[in-house]
């Protein structure tokens, strides 16, 4: 079974950054999606971004490429999320993701948080 852990989270000013961590254990070879998401007390779970295997990645929206960096390593054996500029409303609880059997991670997978299988404690992050 994949295990997922999230680390990396604080608190931050303003304008500064942070960089998650998700350590992954037990995806499958070569297929699959990693995914962050954060939760907000209150309110669902919002899918920020999304990788392939191959490295291809997408966001819910264009406007949070620029903000938010999705990456893995060669082994998938770790996921980042590099978030630049934070704003107060950036503050909740993020969330590592795993689904398992997709080759394209399109941006729809964010809008559909029961596809991801596998999920990590998270991490939170405040922003004032």
């Known amino acids: 079974d994949v295990q997922l852990v999230e680390s990396g989270g604080g608190s931050v000013q303003a304008g500064g950054s942070l960089r998650l961590s998700c350590a992954v254990s037990g995806l499958p070879e070569k297929s699959g999606c990693l995914a962050w998401f954060r939760q907000v007390p209150g309110q669902g779970r919002e899918g920020l971004a999304v990788?392939?295997?191959?490295?291809?990645?997408?966001y819910k929206e264009e406007s949070m490429r620029g903000r938010f960096t999705i990456s893995q390593d060669n082994a998938r054996s770790m996921l980042y999320l590099q978030m630049d500029s934070l704003k107060p409303e950036d503050t909740a609880m993020y969330y590592c993701a795993a689904e398992r059997y997709l080759l394209r991670c399109g941006t729809w997978l964010l809008y559909a948080d029961t596809h991801f299988y596998a999920w990590g404690q998270g991490t939170q992050v405040t922003v004032s």
């Open positions: 990788i392939a295997n191959d490295g291809t990645s997408n």
